[in-house]
T-cell receptor, first 115, second 111 residues
Framework: GAVVSQHPSWVICKSGTSVKIECRSL??????MFWYRQFPKQSLMLMAT?????????EQGVEKDKFLINHASLTLSTLTVTSAHPEDSSFYIC???????????FGSGTQLSVL | SQQGEEDPQALSIQEGENATMNCSYK?????LQWYRQNSGRGLVHLIL?????REKHSGRLRVTLDTSKKSSSLLITASRAADTASYFC???????????FGAGTRLFVKA
């Protein structure tokens, strides 16, 4: 089946630094990728939709200057958490839709801890 | 973003028993999907049911969809300890492309 690779799996950083998370579709082209955020024991909250070659579409309440999304190619989307603070600590998951099978395939997630 | 609602929030059963999880949603949908998440991991797609389908099976999984009630259920038969995980329903609204998730059910299967 389709594979989505997400790196890094976990990252610990100091407050004020920026962190980049990569999401790659390995065996299919993904014109659209989605970024979700998940707090412990809670559901996935959609943050933004990443569109190849154009600006991302952010959900209400998500700061676009805080969470920079770049979708430079059909197989790669990146999420950069800028000037991270402890409240940004969370589990971030990307996904990509394989249109051939109408399914979403998920990366393994990135646990971000900001000290 | 608008979420579906799931119940129960948590479910604890003995190995061999059946587990039923329910999902309700608010808008018209193209399809509804069920995903599984092991602790701290990504999600795995289990099954997709289209808006014009009423029931679907995949191995020990059975999914029903009632569009008049805007609800779906996931039944796992003959549960195993390895089924312990969180289960989420997710839906794509009619004319949309975003996938929105329900609150999830945490299933614990005791050996």
């Amino acid at each position: 089946g389709a594979v989505v690779s997400q790196h890094p799996s976990w990252v610990i950083c100091k407050s004020g630094t920026s962190v980049k998370i990569e999401c790659r579709s390995l065996d299919f082209q993904a014109t659209t990728m989605f970024w979700y955020r998940q707090f412990p024991k809670q559901s996935l909250m959609l943050m933004a939709t990443s569109n190849e070659g154009s600006k991302a579409t952010y959900e209400q309440g998500v700061e676009k200057d805080k969470f920079l999304i770049n979708h430079a190619s059909l197989t790669l989307s990146t999420l950069t958490v800028t000037s991270a603070h402890p409240e940004d600590s969370s589990f971030y998951i990307c996904s990509a839709r394989d249109r051939r099978v109408e399914k979403l395939f998920f990366g393994s997630g990135t646990q971000l801890s900001v000290l | 973003s608008q979420q579906g609602e799931e119940d129960p929030q948590a479910l604890s059963i003995q190995e061999g028993e059946n587990a039923t999880m329910n999902c309700s949603y608010k808008t018209s949908i193209n399809n509804l999907q069920w995903y599984r998440q092991n602790s701290g991991r990504g999600l795995v797609h289990l099954i997709l049911i289209r808006s014009n389908e009423r029931e679907k099976h995949s191995g020990r999984l059975r999914v029903t969809l009632d569009t008049s009630k805007k609800s779906s259920s996931l039944l796992i038969t003959a549960s195993r300890a390895a089924d312990t995980a969180s289960y989420f329903c997710a839906m794509v609204s009619t004319g949309g492309f975003k996938t929105i998730f329900g609150a999830g059910t945490r299933l614990f299967v005791k050996a």
